[in-house]
């Protein structure tokens, strides 16, 4: 039983830390959506992500070879150019990791281009999507978040020899982590609201994870480019870079608050 509540706490854990850059995603996509729905679309699109998490742990754990070995029909290459061997989690990670770079690029070029605009003025000119089209998108990335974390989980609770009882642990570990995801969206969309200065970081946050995953596709995929094969980025420099970005922003914040000070006097 000791053993059990542990590993529940290591794995709930596990979802929190994981769950970072899923939160970030959430809470910049949830302001497509219309002011008055935000709330609503946030609470609807991590409830139903607790749900299909439930289900796709249930299918990762009954068929996890499937996702694991490569496909014969995507394997081969180009002698001294490119090697690959895609399997069902590279495919997925690839794609997650690809949107992720497309849609923060795609956010940071939409502030370059409507510079000299007023906060509102921007809002109307990027328009909204509806609330249904938003909820997708958070429960399709949320899951291509949840995968890696699944898997962990999967390895984690595989001492436990009882596989009822393990996917009961991963189960509450999920639902724990969901909860807190529901507790924590509001507030980090709220506080980006009223510091819409930090955004700009979000964004470039984003992106870093979008190339995190698409390394890790790669790697997956077991990518060689000349020889050279794909390396992951390990998620100690994820943190280390993004740590580096935070304080970064907060002096150049600050240091730019210092110069209007003294351009007012």
């Known amino acids: 039983m000791l053993e059990i509540i542990f590993t529940l706490l290591m794995l709930v854990l596990l979802q929190a830390v994981l769950g970072f850059d899923n939160l970030l995603y ?70 997650g990791g690809g949107f992720i770079i497309f849609t923060a690029i795609k956010e940071i070029w939409h502030m370059i281009s409507t510079k000299g605009m007023e906060v509102s003025e921007m809002a109307s000119d990027k328009g909204t999507k509806s609330s249904n089209a938003v909820i997708t998108s958070i429960v ?69 994870v979008g190339i995190m995953l698409v390394t890790e596709g790669g790697h997956l995929a077991h990518i060689k480019i000349f020889g050279e094969e794909i390396v992951p980025m390990s998620k100690t420099t994820f943190y280390f870079v993004l740590a580096i970005l935070i304080i970064v922003d907060v002096v150049q914040g600050k240091y730019q608050k210092n110069l209007l000070a003294k351009a007012k006097k």
């Open 140 to 208: 399709i990335m949320n899951l291509v978040f949840s995968f890696d974390s699944i898997l962990a989980a999967i390895g984690l609770t595989s001492e436990i020899e009882n596989t009822t009882t393990a996917f009961i642990v991963m189960a509450i570990a999920i639902v724990i982590s969901g909860l807190l995801m529901l507790i924590m969206a509001d507030k980090i969309s709220t506080f980006l609201s009223k510091n819409r200065m930090y955004e700009v970081l979000g964004l470039f946050i984003l992106f870093i």
């Open 26 to 95: 959430i809470s910049l996509e949830s302001k497509k959506a219309p002011e008055a729905d935000q709330k609503k679309v946030r609470k609807t699109g991590i409830l139903i992500a607790i749900v299909l998490r439930i289900v796709l742990l249930f299918v990762l754990v009954s068929i996890i070879d499937f996702f694991q070995d490569p496909f014969s029909f995507l394997s081969g290459g180009i002698e001294d150019i490119i090697h690959f061997a895609f399997n069902g989690h590279s495919i997925i990670v690839l794609l």
